[in-house]
């Protein structure tokens, strides 16, 4: 199997709550190593643009208002598996809905505001990092 890249975003509401250090452990717990991390205030229009491929869906405003309203911490992880493995650490993204002991399903509050994002495939990861983080900033292997 080989090593893939995801990339995991504590959300405004993750930072807000005081969890950034808590969920980074239950991210290198589970076997992910960290390549790159900042914390950054995402605008509307970055938002939007992170988000382009929600534009028209009915959850698109609140998620760019609610992305944009605070700091967040965008984070390249890599691991063999790292998609799957990470979506299935965070839970679904309803917290109801969650498997019992997923970081959603333990500390988001709803939907909306649900505490971490997860790339959805291999592409999305390297397009959704580079989003954040240019090449020379992802840390490889050392």
């Known amino acids: 199997m080989a090593v893939e890249r995801t990339l995991a975003i504590l959300k405004p509401d993750c930072v807000r709550k005081n969890l950034i250090g808590e969920v980074i452990r239950r991210i290198q717990e589970a076997g992910f190593t960290i390549r790159a991390m900042k914390m950054v205030r995402l605008t509307k229009q970055e938002a939007e643009g992170f988000y382009a491929v929600h534009r028209g869906r009915p959850f698109f405003e609140d998620l760019t208002t609610f992305m944009s309203s605070g700091p967040c911490v965008p984070i ?14 965070i839970g679904a993204t309803d917290p109801a809905e969650a498997a ?17 994002h997860g790339s959805d495939s291999v592409e999305n990861g390297r397009l959704e990092a580079n989003y954040f983080f240019p090449e020379h900033e992802i840390v490889a292997n050392s």
């Open 76 to 89: 390249v992880l890599e691991k063999e598996n790292a998609v799957a493995d990470f979506r299935a650490l």
């Open 100 to 116: 019992e002991g997923t970081i959603r399903r333990t500390f988001a509050d709803n939907k909306g505001e649900n505490i971490v």
